[in-house]
Nanobody
Framework: QVQLVESGGGSVEAGGSLRLSCAAS????????AAWFRQAPGKEREGVAV????????YYSDSVKGRFTISQDNAKNTVYLQMNSLKPEDTAMYYC??????????????????WGQGTQVTVSS
């Protein structure tokens, strides 16, 4: 059974940092890429960062570029999201996702076969 478990969320003041982790287990196939998405109350889920497992290529949304860094430890089947210079508008539930499809946009939900339950990030001003 595929399982993605996020951790590392919490509350922080604006300008602070947090590091999210996503531990994967139970895969019967090798995911090709992993991503972090987020969803704030009353808003649609949006893509934040993507990393390709083999090449290490990364993509970031414009809203987090230069502040967030996605990385991976393939030996540990873990993906990380280092979040610096956090802003109140970064407040959201953050979800980890993994998938095998390369069809369409890197932000397309259809690319991802597995999703975690989410970890809450709250940034106060």
């Amino acid at each position: 059974q595929v399982q993605l478990v996020e951790s590392g969320g919490g509350s922080v003041e604006a300008g602070g940092s947090l590091r999210l982790s996503c531990a994967a287990s139970g895969f019967t196939y090798s995911p090709k890429h992993a991503a972090w998405f987020r969803q704030a109350p009353g808003k649609e889920r949006e893509g934040v960062a993507v990393i390709y497992r083999n090449s290490g290529y990364t993509y970031y949304s414009d809203s987090v570029k230069g502040r967030f860094t996605i990385s991976q430890d393939n030996a540990k089947n873990t993906v990380y999201l280092q979040m610096n210079s956090l802003k109140p508008e970064d407040t959201a539930m953050y979800y980890c996702a993994a998938g095998t499809s390369f069809s369409g946009s890197v932000w397309a939900f259809e690319r991802y076969n597995a999703w975690g339950q989410g970890t809450q990030v709250t940034v106060s001003s």
